[in-house]
């Protein structure tokens, strides 16, 4: 489903990812983690095609398309969405109006027939229901005033709404209340189908307790250096990335 091969991609003249390498499956939930600063933004934001993001060598495959040479919104239609560290607001657009805008391009880019306003109503309101989000955040500026787990709920929201075929959440776990965690694991275990992909960049162990991972990888100066099961987390936690900086050494010296 989704390739990425030997990616070299910098911001201004850093740069960031050097020789990143990550295959992903249908159905298969990747998590990312790493110390601050390793390159796990950069590469959600290189996938999704953000200004000043620029690939300098290297290659990302989607469905056997090349991915990198879409515009933004043709790889939204091709499929990929991303949840945003820090979602943008966009204050006078209704989260209602964005929302039925958004599904509605993509769906008519699946070929499918459009949303009518009554039949996305209903879709939306049992997703609000299922993220624990009520109905008036459908009337509410995009993310407009909205707290830290609001705005991730309505991320969660979207990715329900949206259907997309792989979803990178980047620090999804980043100051949500326990509760809020799971009502975010909850959207996103809803959404597995045995199709539909993830990538989730998290630091905490604790969110892949409710997003149960099929591979966890360790992503460091912009490279993933070490991958393994849901235990490879659990290691993390324990020990956390000294062993990083003992690894580099002993190769440096071997
Ligand atoms: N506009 C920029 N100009 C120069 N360097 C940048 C720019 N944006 C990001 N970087 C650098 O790129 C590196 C990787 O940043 P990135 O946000 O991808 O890391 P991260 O692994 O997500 O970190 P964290 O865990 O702290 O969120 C950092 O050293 C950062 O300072």
């Avoid at 398309?65 to 560290?85: I, S, T």
């Avoid at 407009?144 to 980047?170: H, V, W």
């Avoid at 987390?233 to 580099?248: D, F, R």
Wanted: charged fraction near 30%; charge should be negative; hydrophobic fraction near 40%.
């Amino acid at each position: 489903m989704l390739s990425i091969k030997d990616l070299h991609a910098r911001v201004e003249e850093t740069t960031i990812l050097k020789g990143l390498n990550l295959e992903i499956k249908p159905g298969e939930v990747h998590a990312i983690m790493g110390p601050n600063g390793a390159g796990k933004s950069t590469l959600g934001y290189v996938l999704s095609g953000r200004d000043g993001y620029e690939v300098e060598s290297g290659s990302v495959e989607m469905d056997g398309k090349d991915l990198l040479d879409m515009e933004v919104e043709e790889r939204a239609q091709a499929g990929l969405f991303l949840a945003f560290q820090y979602p943008v607001e966009i204050p006078g657009v209704s989260n209602m109006e964005f929302m039925k805008e958004s599904v509605n391009a993509l769906r008519e880019a699946r070929g499918e027939k459009a949303l009518s306003s009554a039949e996305f109503l209903k879709k939306a309101k049992e997703a609000c229901k299922q993220v624990e989000l009520p109905l008036d955040f459908l009337k509410r500026g995009v993310n407009e005033g909205f707290s830290g787990g609001e705005k991730k709920r309505n991320e969660i929201m979207q990715l329900i709404m949206l259907e997309p075929k792989i979803a990178i959440l980047d620090e999804s776990d980043s100051g949500l209340d326990v509760d809020a965690l799971q009502v975010v694991a909850k959207g996103v275990n809803s959404q597995r189908d045995g199709k539909r992909s993830f990538i989730v960049v998290t630091h905490y162990q604790r969110l892949l307790d409710y997003i149960q991972p099929d591979y966890v990888h360790i992503l460091s100066k912009g490279k993933i250096v070490k991958s393994g099961g849901p235990e490879l987390a659990k290691e993390v936690e324990a020990s956390g990335y000294a062993w990083l900086a003992e690894a580099e050494a002993e190769g440096a010296d071997a």
